[in-house]
């Protein structure tokens, strides 16, 4: 079993950054894919970015490339992603979430996350 909790979030204005945390509890293997996804309003859910807890692979949607950073913090055993330029379109609920298949690539689909956290608001203003 495995629990999310993330922080972070807020109102910011155009060009802003802000850094979103997750902290899992639990025992996290390194296979463990640690992503993170975001939901519009009247939007569906949609992938943001990933890493593998073993910190080897990342990916990235298209749309956040160059902007955001995924990391794992040993010393604090949570994922970030830090989120610069941030745009009006990044508003949305973030959620963080947890992959625990044996695979050796990044999943971004969000069927294949068994757990998540219970999201936070990232709203950027105009």
């Known amino acids: 079993q495995v629990q999310l909790v993330e922080s972070g979030g807020g109102l910011v204005q155009t060009g802003d950054s802000l850094r979103l945390s997750c902290a899992p509890s639990?025992?996290?293997?390194?296979?463990?894919?640690m992503g993170w996804f975001r939901q519009a309003p009247g939007k569906e859910r949609e992938f943001v970015a990933a890493?593998?807890?073993?910190?080897?692979?990342?990916n990235y949607a298209d749309s956040v490339k160059g902007r955001f950073t995924i990391a794992r913090d040993n010393a604090k055993n949570t994922v970030s992603l830090q989120m610069n330029s941030l745009k009006p379109e990044d508003t949305a609920i973030y959620y963080c979430?947890?992959?625990?298949?044996?695979?050796?690539?990044?999943?971004?689909?969000?069927?294949?996350?068994?757990?998540w956290g219970q999201g936070t608001q990232v709203t950027v203003s105009s």
């Open positions: 979430a947890a992959d625990t298949g044996r695979t050796d690539w990044i999943q971004t689909s969000s069927r294949n996350y068994e757990y």
């Open positions: 639990g025992y996290i293997w390194n296979y463990y894919t």
């Open positions: 890493i593998k807890w073993s910190g080897t692979s990342t």
